[in-house]
């Protein structure tokens, strides 16, 4: 069995990053900069979005941090968001997700310049992507795509289950490891609440990826020895042995799955980090004008 440490590879990506954005400031470029839009006081939301702004001082981005209170109207925030596709420093932006339940999603999502998605939730990047165009690919995807593809994983002609469809992990996932790609090719199936016989399914997987958002859903007796588990969630479960009183589990039963895998991402540490990396990726190809012409 061999571990994907998340943490790792996205410092190493990080570091690349870190070295192309000063070679290419060094040649005139401005420096590469995000913005991040964080309504209300959602614990986790904070700490996502602390995460965001670290990584943009350690690839050398500016970062901007808006932050307002929970009262915000849809208009406002509106409001921002042009503000924000018209602002010539701002290469991309993301409005931190999900949004106070009185506030529009779907609306607030298409307000966001396209060229400017780097979270790649808009439908133009979610259509170009299933269409096999240049596009922002959504951040949790892109990057378990970079953990496959650095650790030699290949993907063409494997089974694929994707437990879960969300609209930003399941949903694209399968679109990308279906595609006629160097990392996609893959015969992929998609479970969810309304599958018959998920560890069936589960059982037949080379490639098993969890996003459901059920602590330790996957068990032993659902994985086929050898296979590659990739691991999205991230479930707080009370433990009254941590400082804090909880301590995050994935969708997979860690300790009973390892041992028969050939490789497994862990929690934290796994997918986490790397989804933020892709943010990172994304925000320079924008500033590069490599997505959308500039
Ligand atoms: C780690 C996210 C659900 C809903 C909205 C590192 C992150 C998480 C974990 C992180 C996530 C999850 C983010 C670890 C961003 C990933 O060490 O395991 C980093 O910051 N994430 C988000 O912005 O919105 C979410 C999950």
Redesign the pocket.
Known sequence: MKLID??ALAQTIKGEIKAEVEKLVGEGMKKPHLAAVLIGSDP??Q???R??VRSCDQVGFTSTLINRPESITQEELLHIIDQLNTDEDIDGF?V???LPKHLNEEEVTLAIDHRKDVDGFHPMNIGRMAQGLSSYLP??PYGILQMLERNDIETQGKEVVILGRSN?VGTPMSILLSRKAKNGNATVQLCHSRTVDIPGHCRKADILIAAIGRANYVTADMVKEGAVVIDVG?NRVNDPSKKKGYR?DGDVHFESVAPKCSYITP???????M??CSLMMNTLKSCKGEVYPK
């Open positions: 998340g943490k986790a939301s700490v996502y979005v995460n965001k993301i931190q997700l999900p951040a949790t930003i991230i995050l929690v934290p540490g796994g997918v986490g980090p989804t933020v």
